[in-house]
């Protein structure tokens, strides 16, 4: 059954420093979106991607983060210069469609910011 | 804005008895759709069930069935005969359904539910 895979499933960064999630969606999904889980608190959207352009971001997905689709198949979340609050579980997901069609989700990367 | 009320952090519920998880949402569109996402300790979110908010009849999938109460803005989950593998954090979520939605969902905080064997 086709799945979405995230790499690496754990990441320790030092505050300060750039990470890079890696995603790869299903492969004949348009929509792509990556969102955030802090720890004990909801899953939050950060954004959508679609058509090799960002679709929509939410507030805080700032000039801090940045997607995008190097090839065929892979998605990324970058953050630069990273903070402690960072520190979350960052799902990745993908969809043939847009609107109420079933978003499939990745296991997550947890990102740890010392 | 939208939002998504789980107002149960926790749950438990006797192996093979049933549980009703609730969710309520704030919305002035008319169409959208409702999930309920399980997350299992492997952490990946798994779709359970889905409801069209045009659809009056309320959503089943085997042993997951909805109670979708659109005037109240409710959608509530019941999972009969439970087994210990529905253990799991459970997560309503909404999302729009326009020509330009491209399908960002919005998520309530999430029921722990716990089955006891």
């Known amino acids: 059954e086709p799945e979405v895979t995230q790499t690496p499933s754990h990441q320790v960064t030092q505050m300060g420093q750039e990470v890079i999630l890696r995603c790869v969606p299903i492969s004949n999904h348009l929509y792509f979106y990556w969102y955030r889980q802090i720890l004990g608190q909801k899953v939050e959207f950060l954004v959508s991607?679609?058509?090799?352009?960002?679709?929509?971001k939410s507030e805080i997905f700032d000039d801090q983060f940045s997607v995008e689709r190097p090839d065929g198949s892979n998605f990324t979340l970058k953050i630069r210069s990273t903070k402690l609050e960072d520190s979350a579980m960052y799902f990745c997901?993908?969809?043939?469609?847009?609107?109420?069609?079933?978003?499939?989700f990745g296991q997550g990367t947890r990102l740890t910011v010392v | 804005a939208q939002t998504v009320t789980q107002s149960q952090p926790e749950m438990s519920v006797q192996e093979a008895e049933t549980v009703t998880l609730s969710c309520t949402y704030d919305?002035?569109?008319?169409?959208?759709?409702l999930f309920w996402y399980k997350q299992p300790p492997s952490r990946q979110m798994i779709l359970v069930i889905r409801?069209?908010?045009?659809?009056?009849q309320n959503a089943t999938e085997n042993r997951f069935s909805v109670n979708f109460q659109k005037a109240a803005k409710s959608f509530s989950l019941k999972i009969s005969d439970s087994q210990l593998g529905d253990a799991a954090m459970y997560f309503c979520a909404y999302v729009e359904n326009y020509g330009g939605s491209q399908g960002n969902l919005i998520f309530g905080k999430g029921t722990k539910l716990s089955v006891k064997p």
């Open positions: 919305t002035s569109e008319s169409d959208y759709y």
């Open positions: 997901a993908s969809s043939d469609l847009g609107g109420g069609t079933e978003a499939f």
């Open positions: 991607f679609y058509n090799n352009e960002i679709s929509e």
């Open positions: 409801q069209e908010a045009y659809k009056q």
